[in-house]
């Protein structure tokens, strides 16, 4: 069966540390995957799109790597912060234009 | 960045009406809109997505009847959850792409919906 998986259990780091989750993917050949950042009780906000023949995308503080061949994405933020506690969605598509399905997402507590 | 706002962001209703949440996309036009719907410390699980001028396409589990959606114009989609039961109690959260088949997706603040 088609299986998207985070950490469902919370990440905490210290402030400063670079935080880094995990989106593993079984039965899915992506187009492309895209990072999400949702608070508690607001609709998720759209941080990176990589598509399946980029190794590395970076934004900001913010850098994802996609290995198609582990089947796996990663997300680091470098330099965290207390205001990048969150919960971090991973999501992907198999074509352009399809759904995306969503993973059960990681929450990052990170401490002052 | 573009806006999607949803309406009410919290609605409290008796079991057995129905309760229609708007979802618009404020600066760009969205030829698809989907629904999603959350439970507590779950990820988001689409329900339906809502074509301009046709009719939804539900995922499997989803009742068409129970779950109406009318995307009425390139700005605005609409999902009715009728005959409310407490048990449709959830979070439910619309997203809009913009700039294509592979384009961002903007999604709203959510609705909090409680069924008493």
């Known amino acids: 069966s088609q299986k998207i998986e985070q950490n469902s259990e919370a990440l905490n780091i210290q402030e400063g540390k670079t935080a880094t989750l995990t989106c593993n993917y079984t039965n899915y050949s992506p187009a492309y995957l895209q990072w999400y950042r949702q608070d508690p009780g607001r609709g998720p906000v759209f941080l990176l799109l990589?598509?399946?023949?980029?190794k590395e995308k970076r934004k900001e503080r913010l850098k994802v790597t996609f290995d198609t061949t582990l089947k796996q994405s990663l997300f680091h933020i470098t330099a965290s912060q207390p205001a990048d506690s969150a919960t971090y969605l991973c999501a992907l598509a198999e074509n352009a234009g399809n759904m995306l399905t969503f993973g059960g997402g990681t929450r990052l507590m990170v401490k002052p | 960045g573009a806006v999607v706002s949803q309406h009410p962001s919290w609605v409290i209703c008796k079991s057995g009406t129905s309760v229609k949440i708007e979802c618009r996309s404020l600066?760009?036009?969205?030829?698809?809109m989907f629904w999603y719907r959350q439970f507590p410390k779950q990820s988001l699980m689409l329900m339906a997505t809502s074509n301009e001028g046709s009719k939804a396409t539900y995922e499997q589990g989803v009742e068409k009847d129970k779950f109406l959606i009318n995307h009425a114009s390139l700005t605005l989609s609409t999902l009715t959850v009728t005959s409310a039961h407490p048990e449709d109690s959830s979070f439910y959260i619309c997203?809009?792409?913009?700039?294509?088949?592979?384009?961002?997706?903007?999604f709203g603040e959510g609705s909090r919906l409680t069924v008493l």
């Open positions: 600066d760009f036009q969205a030829t698809t």
């Open positions: 997203s809009a792409r913009r700039g294509g088949a592979a384009g961002e997706l903007f």
């Open positions: 990589i598509r399946e023949n980029e």
